[in-house]
């Protein structure tokens, strides 16, 4: 059974950053191929980074201000986030990724509570 803890977000003003990170635990899980989704008011949830073995990728609305990390001996990964804009609030969620950069996570049964990023002046 797997599963996620989402943190680290907040209210910050535009211009601010953040770093979320995701706990993730499970019998046979691990954390070599993740996802960043994010899923803002009256719209459909997105991918907006994923890290796959040694390659990264990242939506181009986030892309030059995000990065995704991970730390493999703790099962964790973390999103950098900076500078954020307003359009980037969000409820945002880590998940497994299939490697598809338009992937929305549809294939996984469970997802954590996720954390309120809010960016507003």
């Known amino acids: 059974q797997v599963q996620l803890v989402e943190s680290g977000g907040g209210l910050v003003q535009p211009g601010g950053s953040l770093r979320l990170s995701c706990a993730a635990s499970g019998s046979i899980f691990g954390v070599r191929v993740m996802g960043w989704y994010r899923q803002a008011p009256g719209k459909e949830r997105e991918l907006v980074a994923g890290?796959?073995?040694?390659?990264?990728y990242y939506a181009d609305s986030v892309k030059g201000r995000f990065t995704i990390s991970r730390d493999s001996d703790k099962n964790m990964v973390y999103l950098q986030m900076n500078p954020l804009k307003p359009e980037d609030t969000a409820v945002y969620y880590c998940?497994?990724?299939?490697?598809?950069?338009?992937?929305?996570?549809?294939?996984?049964?469970?997802w954590g509570q996720g954390t309120q990023v809010t960016v507003s002046s």
């Open positions: 998940n497994r990724w299939n490697g598809d950069p338009n992937s929305r996570g549809t294939a996984y049964n469970y």
């Open positions: 890290i796959k073995g040694g390659y990264s």
